[in-house]
C-alpha cells in the first residue's frame, strides 16, 4: 500500500481541487489478501455502491458486526471519499467504480505497445486521429436529442419505475414511495433527489421517473446537457491533423535522438494485465484476438440424435450404439422368415461397404434396386429408341424432386 499512499499525496499536493478516486476491485483485491470470503466481498460491494451516508454507516456498523478486523482494516487503509458513492462529488456526474475506461484504451492500443516508442506513438496518433473523425461523421448523421446509450438507459428507468408512486407536494416537489417501503423527496426544478442518484451521473433514475411521468413531459428534458449531441460534438470536435513523413521535415542541425537502454527480462513479455485467481478467464487472446468463451454451465445441451441431455450429437456415443444395435438386428434373420441373401455389403476384408445409387445418388441401394421413376426408366429402356427422347428438368424444391418429361416423335 505504500505505492498507492505515495500516489494519493502527489495527487493532493500536485491536484488538489480534483477528486481522486480509487478502481474498487483493485482496492478489494488487497483487501482479500487478509479477508478473504464471498460474504465479505459481497458487503464491500454494498458499501462501494451505497448513495447516502447514513446507508453507508448502517453497512459499516453491520461489517463490524460480522468482522470486526474487516472493519478496522477499511478504516485504517482507505477513505471512503476515495471508493464509495455515498461520499462522491456531485458536479462531475459520474459514479463508475472500476478503471474500466484504462483497461478499454490499453486494449485497443496492444499492437502499438509492442513497437519502440516512436512508433507507438504514432500508432496512437493515427488511431485516435481516425477515431475522433469516426465519431464526428456518425454522430452528424444522428437526429436524436441525446446520446444512443443514454436513451437505452431511460428504457430501462421507465420499466423499473413502475415500482415507485410519487406524489405532487407543489412547485415541482415530489414524494416518492417505493414498493419496499423507501421513501424519498424529489425536486424536478433542481433536478435533485435526496437518494443522491440523480445528482450523481445527472440522469433520472427510477424516482425521479415516476414523477416525470405526471408532468407528460419527455425524459430527454430532464438530462443533464452533458449527455447531449451538442456536448458530444465538442467532445470529438477538435481535429488531430495529418503529419508529413521524415523526408520533408526541417532539419534543425542536431544529433539523432538515441534509444534507451533495454534490459531484457527472462520469459516472453506480457501483453494482457495479470488476472486474480478468483476472476473470469479474458475474452482475448494474448495477440488480442477475440476468443470463443465457453457455453458450459450456460446451455442446457440436448443431443438431436438420442434425446439426451448434457451432449450435442457431435459428441454422441449413445447413437451409435443404437446404429450398431439396428444393424445386428436386420443383418440377424428370424427364424419364421425365410434367409435372403443381400448383395456383397461386407468385403472380404470385414469392413463394410456403402452401396450409393447411380441415378438418385441415395445410399443403401444400388441403380438396379432402386424405385425411383427415373431408374425405372433406365431398366426400361436401356437405350434411347428412336422416336422417343427423354429430357430430364431438374429443379430446386422443398423435397428435391426431379420432373422427367417424355415426348414421343
Known amino acids: 500500500m505504500a505505492g498507492i499512499k505515495g500516489l494519493i499525496q502527489a495527487i493532493q499536493e500536485l491536484l488538489p481541487d480534483v477528486e481522486h478516486r480509487m478502481c474498487v476491485r483493485h482496492m478489494y483485491n488487497n483487501f482479500k489478501k487478509l479477508h478473504n470470503g464471498l460474504a465479505l466481498k459481497e458487503r464491500i460491494w454494498a458499501l462501494a455502491r451505497a448513495l447516502y451516508k447514513n446507508l453507508f454507516n448502517a453497512l459499516m456498523e453491520a461489517l463490524k458486526a460480522v468482522d470486526e478486523g474487516a472493519f478496522q482494516w477499511l478504516l485504517d487503509n482507505t477513505t471512503p471519499q476515495q471508493w464509495s458513492r455515498a461520499y462522491f462529488r456531485t458536479s462531475p456526474k459520474c459514479d463508475i467504480l472500476l478503471n474500466n475506461l484504462c483497461e478499454s484504451f490499453n486494449s485497443s492500443i496492444l499492437e502499438a505497445m509492442e513497437r519502440p516508442i516512436l512508433g507507438m506513438l504514432e500508432t496512437i496518433r493515427l488511431y485516435l486521429m481516425v477515431r475522433m473523425e469516426n465519431k464526428r461523421e456518425w454522430m452528424k448523421k444522428y437526429t436524436g436529442k441525446v446520446c444512443p446509450k443514454i436513451l437505452k438507459k431511460l428504457e430501462k428507468v421507465k420499466t423499473a419505475s413502475s415500482a415507485c408512486i410519487a406524489t405532487l407536494s407543489g412547485d415541482w416537489n415530489y414524494e416518492v414511495r417505493c414498493m419496499y417501503g423507501d421513501r424519498y423527496t424529489l425536486n424536478l426544478a433542481s433536478r435533485t433527489c435526496s437518494c443522491r442518484r440523480w445528482e450523481l451521473n445527472g440522469i433520472p433514475y427510477a424516482h425521479a421517473m415516476s414523477a416525470i411521468a405526471l408532468t407528460k413531459e419527455p425524459p430527454e428534458n430532464f438530462v443533464r446537457e452533458c449527455y447531449s449531441k451538442e456536448a458530444y460534438m465538442r467532445a470529438y470536435g477538435p481535429i488531430i491533423y495529418p503529419l508529413n513523413g521524415e523526408d520533408l521535415w526541417k532539419d534543425l542541425k542536431q544529433g539523432p535522438v538515441l534509444t534507451p537502454e533495454t534490459i531484457k527480462l527472462p520469459g516472453r513479455p506480457k501483453k494482457v494485465r495479470r488476472r486474480e485467481p478468483d476472476e473470469p478467464p479474458a475474452a482475448t487472446t494474448s495477440r488480442g484476438q477475440t476468443k470463443r468463451l465457453s457455453r458450459v454451465g450456460l446451455m442446457d445441451y440436448k443431443c438431436r440424435k438420442c434425446k439426451q441431455k448434457g451432449h450435442n450429437s457431435r459428441k454422441c456415443s449413445n447413437s451409435h450404439d443404437q446404429g450398431n444395435v439396428q444393424q445386428q438386428a436386420t443383418a440377424v434373420p428370424s427364424s419364421s422368415q425365410p434367409q435372403q441373401q443381400t448383395p456383397n455389403t461386407v468385403n472380404p476384408g470385414g469392413k463394410k461397404i456403402k452401396y450409393r445409387c447411380g441415378v438418385c445418388r441415395r445410399f443403401g441401394h444400388t441403380r438396379?434396386?432402386?424405385?425411383?421413376?427415373?431408374?425405372?426408366?433406365?431398366?426400361?429402356?436401356?437405350?434411347?429408341?428412336?422416336?422417343?427422347?427423354?429430357?430430364?428438368?431438374?429443379?430446386?424444391?422443398?423435397?428435391?424432386?426431379?420432373?422427367?418429361?417424355?415426348?414421343c416423335k
Not at 384 to 402: D, F, N, Q, R
Open 368 to 407: 438396379s434396386s432402386c424405385d425411383s421413376t427415373l431408374a425405372s426408366l433406365y431398366r426400361r429402356y436401356p437405350w434411347e429408341p428412336p422416336g422417343l427422347a427423354v429430357s430430364i428438368v431438374y429443379y430446386m424444391s422443398t423435397s428435391k424432386t426431379a420432373k422427367i418429361a417424355i415426348d
